[in-house]
């Protein structure tokens, strides 16, 4: 049972380009949340998706920032007109069940670098 | 507002070493407490957590005591070993109905070498 994957593990993107971020759950899991981690900062929540809906979005970015879980594939983060101060490791995390915090299981992470 | 603060990084120790990592919060209420652990390459993954004042959190021979008189929860071993290498984050959870919601600290790299 693979874990938690994402990819890519590292990203470089120039101003204003668009990033996407993508997070494969474990599978039987239907719920996933997405941190960034800020140079010198700790991880901080963002988003928490179920199966095409945003249940949480109370620690993401009020623009550029969109995420989504559509019924077939990956969970995506995208951020839009990236700026350098979006670069940050974003980690995904899944679990089988809304809030029980002993279930998440975290991916690797995006490294994401804006030049 | 809530935020965790754990000690500064890399600690670097010989193998049969005891380890210590302070952990402090600042939330309203009576959060959830954790210890996440990071191996090399790998994802995050729940080391111990404790719910309650007075609670200890206890795996893999670490343990942590929930201290509410001092908002602390430092992680402790007694003898750690090199596969102990990983960086461990303190978070908590204010709302045991948010509990995807962690606050995590920065993180500690530990090394341990034989």
């Known amino acids: 049972n693979a874990g938690v994957m994402q990819n890519p593990r590292h990203l470089v993107r120039r101003r204003g380009q668009e990033a996407r971020l993508r997070c494969s759950p474990m599978k039987g899991h239907s719920h996933v949340y997405w941190y960034r981690q800020l140079p010198e900062e700790g991880l901080k929540f963002m988003v928490y998706l179920q199966k095409e809906n945003i249940i949480d979005e109370s620690g993401m970015p009020k623009e550029r920032f969109s995420a989504e879980f559509p019924k077939e594939g990956p969970s995506i983060l995208r951020i839009q007109q990236v700026v350098r101060g979006d670069s940050a490791a974003y980690f995904c995390?899944?679990?089988?069940?809304?809030?029980?915090?002993?279930?998440?299981?975290f991916g690797s992470g995006t490294q994401l670098s804006v030049l | 507002g809530d935020s965790v603060t754990q000690m500064e990084g890399p600690v670097t120790l010989s193998e049969e070493a005891f380890l210590t990592i302070n952990c402090t919060y600042t939330a309203t209420g009576y959060p959830s407490l954790f210890w996440y652990v990071q191996y090399p390459g790998e994802g995050l993954q729940l080391l111990l957590k404790?719910?309650?004042?007075?609670d200890k959190g206890s795996n893999k021979g670490f343990e942590a005591t929930y201290r509410k008189e001092t908002t602390s929860f430092h992680l402790e071993k007694g003898s750690v070993q090199v596969s102990d290498s990983a960086v461990y984050f303190c978070?908590?959870?204010?709302?045991?109905?948010?509990?995807?919601?962690?606050?995590f600290g920065k993180g500690t790299s530990l090394l341990v070498t034989p």
């Open positions: 978070a908590f959870v204010a709302n045991s109905n948010s509990g995807y919601a962690l606050n």
């Open positions: 404790a719910t309650k004042a007075d």
């Open positions: 995390a899944s679990s089988p069940f809304g809030t029980n915090d002993e279930k998440l299981f």
